[in-house]
């Protein structure tokens, strides 16, 4: 596609649901990031693959929080045990081989109740 | 520790005057900044980016201006228009290309 597309755009969970955001790289692009984001703050790195690689999860919050990227194209970020502090928008992005710019989603905003 | 920080939450300017956003950061490792603009409810867009290598880049109305002695880095808008009024944040990675951001300024721009 032409841009990073994430799904659902909007969720609301209820504590302890477990939830699961996709993420559409732009065609070709084979590194791939997951950013969170809270109100009022800069996006922060929570994991990145590059291809099917998982090379770095240092930023993932708990061991509730688990990503994959199994062909080394589509990701999804799942959240297990939802918590009200991880209520924030998930972005992904990507970037190509040949650049070092690195292109965000729309995100999706998780709200949880 | 915040190895980014945008020291000014908030910047209102006239319509065709110049705004400068603000930048700092402390690895001295990062070799690349970014400038990102974001809208509400969308996700942030790519503006213009610098390499540690240069000093400046032009590009349109924006410029970036990167003073690595300082560990400083600002982004120029040149004539302000009303349709920059947007949250600006910089970024900065080192090879990996993981980014690092700065927590943002929300730029008003006055018609």
């Known amino acids: 596609g032409a841009g990073v597309s994430q799904s659902p755009r909007y969720k609301v969970a209820k504590r302890g649901q477990d939830v699961a955001l996709r993420c559409d790289p732009i065609?070709?692009?084979?590194?791939l990031f997951w950013y969170q984001q809270a109100l009022g703050q800069g996006p922060e790195f929570l994991t990145y693959?590059?291809?099917?690689?998982?090379?770095?999860k240092s930023g993932l919050p708990s061991d509730r929080f688990f990503a994959e990227r199994p062909e080394g194209s589509v990701s999804t970020l799942k959240i297990q045990r939802t918590q009200q502090e991880d209520s924030a928008v998930y972005l992904c992005?990507?970037?190509?081989?040949?650049?070092?710019?690195?292109?965000f989603g729309e995100g999706s905003w998780l709200t949880v109740v | 520790d915040q190895q980014v920080k945008q020291n000014s939450p908030s910047l209102s300017v006239q319509e065709g005057r110049i705004s400068i956003l603000n930048c700092d950061y402390t690895?001295?490792?990062?070799?690349?900044f970014l400038w990102y603009k974001k809208y509400p409810a969308e996700g942030p867009t790519f503006l213009i980016s610098?390499?540690?290598?240069?000093d400046k880049n032009e590009d349109g109305r924006f410029t970036v201006f990167l003073n690595k002695s300082a560990k400083h880095l600002s982004l120029h808008i040149v004539p302000s228009q009303p349709g920059d009024s947007a949250v600006y944040f910089c970024?900065?990675?080192?090879?990996?290309?993981?980014?690092?951001f700065g927590q943002g300024t929300t730029l008003q721009v006055k018609p």
């Open positions: 992005a990507t970037r190509g081989w040949a650049g070092n710019t690195i292109y």
């Open positions: 065609s070709g692009h084979v590194s």
């Open positions: 693959f590059q291809n099917e690689a998982q090379l770095d």
């Open positions: 690895n001295s490792m990062f070799d690349y």
């Open positions: 610098i390499s540690s290598i240069k």
């Open positions: 970024a900065a990675s080192r090879v990996s290309g993981k980014l690092i």
